[in-house]
T-cell receptor, first 111, second 116 residues
Framework: RKEVEQDPGPFNVPEGATVAFNCTYS??????FFWYRQDCRKEPKLLMS???SGNEDGRFTAQLNRASQYISLLIRDSKLSDSATYLC????????????FGPGTRLSVLP | GAGVSQSPRYKVAKRGQDVALRCDPI?????LFWYQQALGQGPEFLTY????????KSGLPSDRFFAERPEGSVSTLKIQRTQQEDSAVYLC??????????????FGEGSRLTVL
């Protein structure tokens, strides 16, 4: 079983739709959580951190459920420019840091 | 520029050749990571440096892969006797955080390796 799992999609949604992605992780000792965005043939970039209390950044809302070991990302009023792959990232501290990436969920927002 | 710089951007190698990929992290960043990303997959962890110390190399797929960061800044990932399954994008990322500080990862644009 992969340490971080995501539905690969693709999710094809119309502009203005609300879409939600989930991610599950297997290591209960995981300490920090993030969503990264990766455009086609580009490098990943941080979208937002995920906090236990949940957090919002404009149209994006992230939630963490430690008991069930899953993380969610909600995108409201989706835009064409939101089309990308969304990577769930979990950190584990061994000797230093280890950021573990999920396989990513591909989103296409259609006009 | 101020970002993470990787070279070469594209590399085509014949099977059996050795390759070296360079990463120039953001100045002052303590942590440096190498990832391998196959087409349609998420980045897979290869190795992690804190300054010049290689603290985790558990992700290196075989002893053909070697990474170093001798002066705590520029890092090189070397792949010996390349195989076709080594074809991937190799991403370097740096972070200002040290141990226990999960700072943001800043990625370079990657080095795309194709082994024929």
């Amino acid at each position: 079983r992969k340490e971080v799992e995501q539905d690969p999609g693709p999710f094809n949604v119309p502009e203005g739709a609300t879409v939600a992605f989930n991610c599950t992780y297997s290591n209960s000792a995981s300490q920090s959580f993030f969503w990264y965005r990766q455009d086609c043939r580009k490098e990943p970039k941080l979208l937002m951190s995920v906090y236990s209390s949940g957090n919002e950044d404009g149209r994006f809302t992230a939630q963490l459920n430690r008991a069930s070991q899953y993380i969610s990302l909600l995108i409201r009023d989706s835009k064409l420019s939101d089309s990308a792959t969304y990577l769930c990232v979990v950190t584990q501290f061994n000797y230093g840091q280890n950021f573990v990436f999920g396989p990513g969920t591909r989103l296409s927002v259609l006009p | 520029g101020a970002g993470v710089s990787q070279s070469p951007r594209y590399k085509v190698a014949k099977r059996g050749q050795d390759v070296a990929l360079r990463c120039d992290p953001i100045s002052g960043h303590v942590s440096l990571f190498w990832y391998q990303q196959a087409l349609g997959q998420g980045p897979e962890f290869l190795t992690y440096f804190q300054n010049e110390a290689q603290l985790d190399k558990s992700g290196l797929p075989s002893d053909r892969f070697f990474a170093e960061r001798p002066e705590g800044s520029v890092s090189t990932l070397k792949i010996q006797r390349t195989q076709q399954e080594d074809s991937a994008v190799y991403l370097c990322a740096s972070s200002p955080g040290g141990p226990g500080i999960p700072g943001e990862l800043f990625f370079g644009e990657g080095s795309r390796l194709t082994v024929l």
